[in-house]
C-alpha cells in the first residue's frame, strides 16, 4: 500500500473518530472549549490520525 494512501486513511480514521466524540460524548453546554464545536474536535482527530500514521523511520540494514 502506498504510504501516503495509508497516512491519509489514518488522518480520515481520526476526522471520523474526533467527530464521534463530539457527537455522543461532546460539551453541549459550550463551556468545553474542545469538545463544543464539532470542528475542534474532528481537528484533532484527525491531526491525531496524522501521527499515528505518520511513517517511522525505517532501518536499513547493513
Excluded: H, Q, R
Excluded at 480514521?13 to 460539551?27: D, H, K, P, T
Excluded at 470542528?39 to 505518520?54: H, I, K, N
Amino acid at each position: 500500500m502506498n504510504k501516503y494512501l495509508k497516512l491519509l486513511l489514518f488522518i480520515i480514521a481520526g476526522a471520523g473518530a474526533g467527530y464521534a466524540y463530539y457527537y455522543y460524548i461532546g460539551c453541549t453546554s459550550g463551556s468545553c472549549p474542545l469538545t463544543s464545536n464539532w470542528y475542534v474536535t474532528t481537528f484533532y482527530g484527525a491531526f491525531s490520525g496524522l501521527l499515528l500514521g505518520f511513517p517511522a523511520k525505517d532501518k536499513k540494514k547493513e
